[in-house]
DNA sequence: ACGTGTTCGTTAGAAGTTATAACCAAGCAG
DNA sequence: CTGCTTGGTTATAACTTCTAACGAACACGT
């Protein structure tokens, strides 16, 4: 491991304490949620008063969202990944799932209710529109003939944030509907909404997963 | 207007407090979040000061419960005399949309994000399957032919749910997916995950549901 | 090697929050 | 009219985020 030398003490320093303030920040919010993530637990935590943390973060605002784009950071890189390992749509599926249930407040925390304000700064938009193109691609990937329907018309006017994917508007489409139909399932599981109800969650996915890919 | 006059003044001054408070504190809601639900904010609108309001309500989380409770009640009650009036599986769908859109936070305080200790007292439970009781009825009136999936038959033994409704498992899958779906798109919507893309979000949500309606 | 200046941590404090306790006034009943 | 229940008040405790002021430790240029 040599290189990327150019910092000095201070700055790697600076990025560990960042580092391990974001740790148990996480750890707060996987326990109880992120509206409980409280800026002094955190700094008591890891053995330093209060304010200190202001050193390091501006406002909890800022730590909120430097942990949003680790979020997004995150499953970008693991879908990223699993796309290059050779992962249909099918695997992608299963690929976000997996990473949803490894830390249910961290999807939530992308995907959950936002407080009404709230605009993701640009970079994590990007992010965002990564994941898109990967999942476009996905689609790309998949032949298949869905008759079109109005609203394939409609995207063909309105693929903006497809970001110059060259998907015809009935790809753009299935890509839409496999995101909002993952997340329906997912975040009615995550949110508890299934608890109590006595069937296996994890087999409505796929259920639902069959139907998006066959017809 | 007669009767149900077996009440004494403090007892309608009391109800009449308690609804004023909900009034604010929805307001608040609509506009900051359930997060940032103030109770001290609350009372000052009212007039009364800080915790003035105790007497009406033993804490914040007992406050929202009852908010939860009035948004389940009253989703419940708009989807009943739809379906009253004659709705199908369809119109149902636009109703929820409808009411869904007139208060995007008081959706969300059903559907969103949890506390994760949180756990609905039983009574709102009860409200709850009251709808899925409304969803299913919408479903079996379908007459449709899916093939049966492996998921069906998981259903056919899993069916406490369904409170003893008599339908076959694909009509429990339809009312699953049909709930899953909606909140997919509804959801994202809500959270704002569509804004910016271009797109018409209704068009989406009526797509979606002919998939729904044609398979 | 020695100032100097940036950075990091501290405590103090302001302005909020939920929630409890103690107290007082007003209403309702015997 | 006496008293009890109820609804309001203020004071306070224990939190929260965040700013300000101060001190110490470190890195760097001379």
Known sequence: MAETDTETPRERYRTQVRAEIKERAWEQIATAG????SLNAVAKQIGMSGPALYRYYASRDELITELIRDAYRSLADTLRSASAAGADLAALAHT?????????????????TPVPGYHAPG??????SEIMAILL????????DSPATPFDAHLADHREWANGHPAPPAVL?????FW?????VLS?????HFTGMGFDPALLFTAELDRLLAH
Chains 1, 2 share one sequence.
Do not use: K, M, N, V
């Open 34 to 37: 992120a509206s409980a993530l």
């Open 137 to 144: 691609d996905a689609c790309a990937a998949l032949a298949q």
């Open 123 to 128: 970079d994590i938009t990007l992010i965002s």
């Open 173 to 177: 489409h299935r890509a839409l509907i």
């Open 188 to 192: 009615l599981e995550l949110a508890g």
């Open 180 to 184: 909002t139909r993952i997340h329906g």
């Open 96 to 112: 976000i799932r997996g990473w949803a249930l490894e830390d249910p407040q961290r999807y939530l925390l992308i995907y959950g």
